[in-house]
């Protein structure tokens, strides 16, 4: 089946640092949407892609159809920046069903 | 507000009894969605309707029906729960707008199985 794989697990940044995250897709995929999931568990929509680039704040996605990947750049941290984010992605082959495969997700840490 | 709404927020139970949760989209999406985030937090779509009807539905144990009045609304029952239910329970909504269907998520219904 559909399988998106996320790095890394877990990542800690100091206040003011960026980093990355990626997805790597086994399949092709239609579109890609990013989250961040807050301490009270609430998926709060960061970007939907179906290709190139998007970018709002200090957030900036990625999606590579044709190469099978997605990135998402955190840029200058902030503490409320700390969650777990997810990357999900919409399988070309399932036509009218618009299922998300999920990632494993990234815990991020923001240290002050 | 426009978002999406679930009911309970949190519901403990003992197996084998019977629960359900509520889920309102007032977004006019014309899709809705279950997903089963497990504890070691892995989200897995459970089923998706259209328009109430059925379009997904993944390999889900028969205990678990979802139930849709209309195309606001997508109820999830389950019949005789057992201790591997214990997950949080997130409906979403979408709608094709603009050559994009972003998912919208509720905050989730957490199950506790004694």
């Known amino acids: 089946g559909d399988q998106v794989e996320q790095s890394p697990s877990a990542l800690s940044l100091h206040e003011g640092t960026g980093s990355a995250l990626r997805c790597n897709f086994t399949?092709?995929?239609?579109?890609v949407q990013w989250f961040q999931q807050n301490s009270r568990g609430s998926l709060i929509n960061l970007f939907y892609?179906?290709?190139g680039t998007k970018e709002n704040g200090r957030l900036k996605s990625t999606f590579n159809s044709k190469e099978s990947y997605s990135t998402l750049h955190i840029r200058d941290a902030q503490l409320e920046d700390s969650g777990t984010y997810f990357c999900?992605?919409?399988?070309?082959?399932?036509?009218?069903?618009?299922?998300?495969?999920f990632g494993q997700g990234t815990v991020l840490s923001v240290i002050p | 507000e426009t978002a999406v709404f679930q009911t309970p927020n949190y519901h403990v139970t003992q197996v084998g009894n019977e629960v359900s949760f509520n889920c309102k989209q007032t977004?006019?999406?014309?899709?809705m969605y279950w997903y089963k985030q497990d504890s070691k937090k892995l989200l897995k779509i459970m089923f998706s309707?259209?328009?109430?009807?059925?379009?997904v539905n993944e390999t889900v144990p028969r205990r678990f029906s979802p139930q849709s009045s209309d195309k606001a609304h997508l109820n999830l029952r389950i019949k005789s729960v057992e201790p591997e239910d214990s997950a949080v329970y997130l409906c979403?909504?979408?709608?094709?707008?603009?050559?994009?269907?972003?998912?919208?998520f509720g905050p989730g219904t957490r199950l506790l199985v004694l």
């Open positions: 979403a909504s979408s709608s094709w707008t603009g050559g994009e269907d972003t998912q919208y």
């Open positions: 999900a992605a919409e399988s070309v082959a399932t036509g009218g069903n618009n299922k998300l495969t």
């Open positions: 309707y259209n328009n109430k009807q059925l379009i």
């Open positions: 977004l006019g999406h014309d899709t």
């Open positions: 892609l179906a290709s």
């Open positions: 399949t092709t995929m239609r579109a």
